[in-house]
């Protein structure tokens, strides 16, 4: 039988609503983390690293991943200090290297790590999940932001639908869709005013597609060298979502980025975070032949579901339900752990993650980040960890 997957959960830290005690017996055995008090650009120091590390571990877990190592807006931008704080990412990963951490998960999209406009999406059956509506961005893009570009992006039928859109809400509500859109960081809680995310967005005036693509060759080819010698490994996750908002461009969507990506800097280390909702929410993805032609660059999972609708919202549904064919998804992974196996690869038991959930059962009792309570991802950790076993003996037993 070929290893199991690692079954990891995301931890957001001390501060966090779900405990180690609790992630513990959902059956996962490692912990997805970050030093999310640290700045972006700031060296991550042995020390803050070991406080960390040593919590996770008498937790009774294992620190398997790091996500993320936040890539600074210099990098991105190809603006002053950018050498400065590649140098000081370097040093970061010199220091999880040497405490035995060596997957870093990290994301290139512009200002805002993640996007959705509704939080709290109720199901039929009142479960709470995650939904990105392109009406509701419009309408802020349009009306709220008033970016003058915007109106040279969007149809009239679509400006019309999104001031259509606008008009219909309270002012709670609307004020409910800025700070959503405008949401941080993972493990924060800060949201941006206009006013700062105008400014941000001046940053980007001379960064295209082009530019932040060669923005992110040259980061490559700058850490890859360290990465290498150090044995880490370092996984890109796709944009979120994989298609640029708010005149931001968007590099890391479809199977041409990735390849671009894995080419750029010719790596054992230079991999991907294969993140089936994120590349999922585009129908142009075909998932499972994604895996079958970069599965040996991929170095951490995150497996999630979206359904896609006609109208362009797309919304976290159960881990096997969804527009992606997560059965596939699973049976192509399994495919390149027999490829790797064959091949005599050490890293078959490839660190996965049951990516969001809903909010379910006991779930409404706390105050977790979006997407990441404990009941829900239990239970997209169970049916994957079923899917898994289920194809691995039919093919191998």
């Not at 993640?114 to 392109?134: E, G, H, M, Q, V």
Request: glycine share 6%; hydrophobic share 40%.
């Amino acid at each position: 039988m070929i290893s199991n997957l690692e079954q990891t959960f995301r931890w957001f830290g001390p501060n966090d609503a779900v405990t180690l005690a609790a992630i513990r017996q959902t059956g996962a055995t490692g912990i997805v983390n970050a030093l999310h008090h640290i700045a972006s650009g700031v060296v991550w120091s042995p020390e803050e690293i070991k406080k960390r590390n040593d919590i996770i571990k008498a937790g009774g877990l294992r620190w398997s991943v790091v996500e993320s190592v936040n890539i600074h807006e210099s990098i991105k931008t190809a603006s002053a200090g950018r050498d400065e704080a590649i140098e000081n990412y370097i040093q970061t990963l010199k220091n999880l290297a040497a405490a035995d951490i060596k997957t870093v998960c990290y994301n290139f999209m512009p200002v805002l790590d993640w996007t959705r406009t509704d939080l709290d999406f109720r199901l039929p059956n009142n479960a709470s999940a995650l939904k990105f509506n392109p009406a509701a961005v419009a309408a802020f893009d349009l009306y709220i932001l008033e970016r003058p570009e915007a109106f040279n992006e969007f149809t009239p039928q679509q400006q019309k639908d999104a001031k259509a859109f606008l008009d219909s809400l309270t002012p709670e509500a609307k004020q409910l869709l800025i700070n959503t859109i405008m949401a941080g960081l993972p493990g924060t809680t800060d949201v941006y005013s206009i006013a700062e995310f105008k400014e941000h967005l001046k940053k980007y005036e001379n960064t295209d597609a082009t530019a932040l693509k060669a923005n992110l060759a040259y980061f490559l080819q700058a850490i890859m060298p360290d990465a290498e010698q150090l044995g880490v490994k370092m996984c890109i996750h796709p944009d979120d979502p994989p298609f640029p908002i708010l005149g931001l461009p968007r590099v890391v969507s479809t199977e041409k980025d990735l390849e671009f990506v894995v080419n750029a800097a010719p790596s054992p280390s230079n991999g991907l975070t294969f993140c089936t909702g994120s590349l999922g929410a585009r129908a142009d993805n075909n998932l499972p032949n994604m895996i079958d032609r970069l599965g040996a660059h991929i170095h951490f999972l995150h497996l999630r579901n979206v359904k896609r609708d006609p109208d362009g919202c797309f919304y976290e549904d159960n881990h096997l339900e969804g527009s992606t064919d997560m059965y596939a998804v699973m049976r192509a992974v399994i495919t390149e752990q027999k490829r790797r196996k064959d091949s005599g690869r050490d890293d078959i038991a490839i660190p996965m993650r049951p990516d969001h959930g809903h909010k379910i059962l006991d779930d409404f009792n706390y105050d977790t980040y979006p997407g990441y309570s404990v009941t829900g991802r239990m239970k997209g950790l169970a049916e994957l960890r079923g899917l898994e076993l289920g194809i691995k003996r039919s093919l191998f037993e």
